[in-house]
């Protein structure tokens, strides 16, 4: 399974990024569809994640300011950012578990991340 994020780039406080990544490779069922960011010499954590059918988690860091969501039938999940910080930088991740066809239980993958860079 390959998941292939896009979206990052260098913003100004206060703008807007919408970060996506798609989900290939064998595919029968995914469950829950999420992303992470890394900020340099912090712990990866939680940004949002969203299940199949629809329900959302969020960090408090970011709830009101961001949207996820995700295309089932293009097995691909996305995540608006809006009203960025710079406490926003970061690299991005995207997470997933993923049933390939033929196997039993699901699998868990991350992308290779995006970098997002907000500027004051």
């Known amino acids: 399974v390959q998941l292939q994020a896009c979206g990052g780039g260098l913003v100004q406080a206060g703008g807007s990024l919408r970060l996506s990544c798609a989900a290939s490779?064998?595919?029968?069922?995914?469950?829950?569809m999420g992303w992470y960011r890394q900020a340099p010499g912090k712990e990866r954590e939680l940004v949002a994640t969203?299940?199949?059918?629809?329900?959302?988690n969020y960090a408090d860091s970011v709830k009101g300011r961001f949207t996820i969501s995700r295309d089932n039938a293009k097995n691909t999940v996305y995540l608006q950012m809006n009203t960025l910080k710079p406490d926003d930088t970061a690299v991005y991740y995207c997470?997933?578990?993923?049933?390939?066809?033929?196997?039993?239980?699901?699998?868990?993958?991350w992308g290779q991340g995006t970098e997002v860079t907000v500027s004051s």
């Open positions: 997470n997933t578990d993923v049933r390939r066809w033929g196997d039993i239980s699901s699998r868990n993958y």
């Open positions: 490779g064998g595919i029968a069922s995914i469950r829950v």
């Open positions: 969203i299940t199949t059918g629809g329900s959302t």
